[in-house]
Structures are given as structure tokens and as C-alpha cells.
């Protein structure tokens, strides 16, 4: 048995594309059944996980996968088919790059909050990328900057952009320059136009956001990996319509807010959820405007695991 060792670089569910150094890409399944210690997942294995590998006998064009190596880090979901399972969405990632759009289609943002809270739960950089700038008008102009504004404060790295006509692009090249970096956000957002600008040879498929429903169409159907210049990675994920959190307690999701982290602790009481807790610090910092009310919404709804992404 020869033990190559690769990376999962593309994932269309029981197969999977592995990159080595001396085979390039070939393509695998796994052996058996896989089951990580402690997740329930539905798909044992992602894109940016480093497996050992070897051909298969009779096709050599074939292998099996046989080991999974140890995890630096993975973002999950909730899986939509089954319940009580997570989804993986990438393993092994330097940062999470969350496109969105405030209009056409709007990306709520609950599923921005979601998103920033997963990364944050894995500690993982995130980083949000506010794209069509060229479709805004005054208006949706000054709620954007407004958005923006909301999200460095506490933070994060946010940069407007427009995939189609080229802006900004530039910073975003800088930004994912030797990392591996995951791309993700709703359908229709733009996403593969931006790829496909970062990675030119690739012209993925884009589509038009249908003027009907407002919603984008899924142009990504599987994870898969790019390599855009030596050593810079993107993970390019399906868009996502819901974001449910996984392995998460209650008394934890708070300490995904960077900003009710500063409060934390001086509450009354020391096991509030800043729900209706007499003497809260963290509810009176809504109140003062310490912290954005549309935060503070994104965390009742977490706690109550409903879907405020609209």
C-alpha cells in the first residue's frame, strides 16, 4: 500500500477530487464508513481536508481514501436534511470571506451575523465583502456605509466592491495573497464573478439574478478549490440560503460578539443570557447604543434558534 498524502480539492458528494504532489488530481472515494470523533456530520470529509490516500489496483486513475489527518479548524452548518447533523462547509482555512449584497438581492443581516459568529466559534478571521457597488444609488449608498461602519467598529474588515466592473478588486488580491481563503455567501450575490475575476481561466458559470424573485440563482452546486496564484487559495462553497449554528450552547453565543465580550461578566447575574435578567450589562448597552441593536436582535434570534436571515 502506497500512502500518498493530498488534499480533498473538490466535493460532489460520495467522490472526491484530491490534489497531490505526485499525481495531481485524482480522483477518490472514501473507504468505508467515516465517523470523526464526537461530530455528526453528514459529510465526513471537506474541501481543504488533507487525507492519505493510495491508487486503487485494478485503475490507477482511481484511489481510496483511508485516513483523514488531524484538523486545523472547519466551518459547519446545519445540515437541511437531517437533523441534529451538521454540514461541513470547508476544513483547514486561513479565513472566511462572507460576500454580500445590501441590495438585489438583499443579504439580511441575521445571516451576516450568523456567518461572523461561526467563524468566530472556530476562530477563524472573517472578513465581509460588500459587492455591486455599482448598482447603488444615493440611498443604498449611505445604509451601506452606514452597515460598514457597524461591522469595522466591532472589528471586522469590510471593503466595497464591484466584481463586474472591476473595483477594489486589487485590495481583494491582497487580501487572500498566501492564505487559504473560503468564499461564501447567498445565491446570486456575485460570488462566482468575483472568482472568476480573481481566477480568470476559470469563467465560471454565472447567472443572472432572477428580476422575478429577487433571489439568486445556485450556479455552484459542490465545494471546490482554486488556485489562484502559488500558494493563495480560494474554497468557493454552493450559496447558502440558511446558516443554522452547530455545536453551540446558549450560555456561549455571546462570546461570539466581540462586542458584548467586553461586558461580559458584569452582569447581575453571572449566568444571564441577556434575555429579560434584571440589571443586565449587555441589554443596557443596547440601550445606550454600545451595541448595535441589530446585533442584539441576531442574538435573541440565535438563542431562540429561529431564522432571522430575511
Known sequence: MKNIKGKVWRSTGSWYEVRSEEYGLTRCRLKGKFKIKGLKVTNPLAVGDDVIFDLEEKDEDLGIIHQILPRKNYLIRKSVHKTAHGHLIACNIDQAICVVTLHFPKTSLGFIDRFLVSAE??????????????????????????????????????????????????????????KTSLFSGHSGVGKS??????????????????????????????????????????????????????????????????????????????????????????????????????????????????????
Open 121 to 178: 466559534a472556530f476562530r477563524i478571521p472573517a472578513i465581509l465583502l460588500f459587492n455591486k457597488k455599482d448598482l447603488l444609488d444615493q440611498e443604498t449608498e449611505a445604509y451601506q456605509d452606514a452597515v460598514i461602519k457597524m461591522y469595522e467598529a466591532i472589528g471586522y474588515p469590510c471593503y466595497s466592491i464591484s466584481a463586474l466592473k472591476g473595483d477594489n478588486i486589487d485590495l481583494v488580491e491582497k487580501l487572500i495573497e498566501n
Open 193 to 310: 464573478q468575483l472568482i472568476n475575476r480573481l481566477v480568470p481561466e476559470l469563467d465560471q458559470a454565472t447567472s443572472e439574478v432572477s428580476t422575478f424573485a429577487n433571489k439568486g440563482v445556485h450556479t455552484t452546486t459542490f465545494a471546490e478549490m482554486f488556485e489562484s496564484s502559488p500558494n493563495t487559495y480560494i474554497i468557493d462553497s454552493p450559496g447558502i440560503k440558511e446558516l443554522g449554528l452547530m455545536e453551540m450552547e446558549n450560555k456561549e453565543i455571546s462570546h461570539y460578539f466581540p462586542e458584548m465580550r467586553a461586558f461580559l461578566g458584569q452582569c447581575k447575574f453571572n449566568n444571564c443570557e441577556h434575555t429579560n435578567e434584571p440589571k443586565c450589562r449587555i441589554k443596557d448597552a443596547v440601550g445606550n447604543q454600545e451595541i448595535a441593536e441589530s446585533r442584539y436582535i441576531s442574538y435573541l434570534s440565535m438563542l431562540e434558534n429561529d431564522d432571522n436571515r430575511r
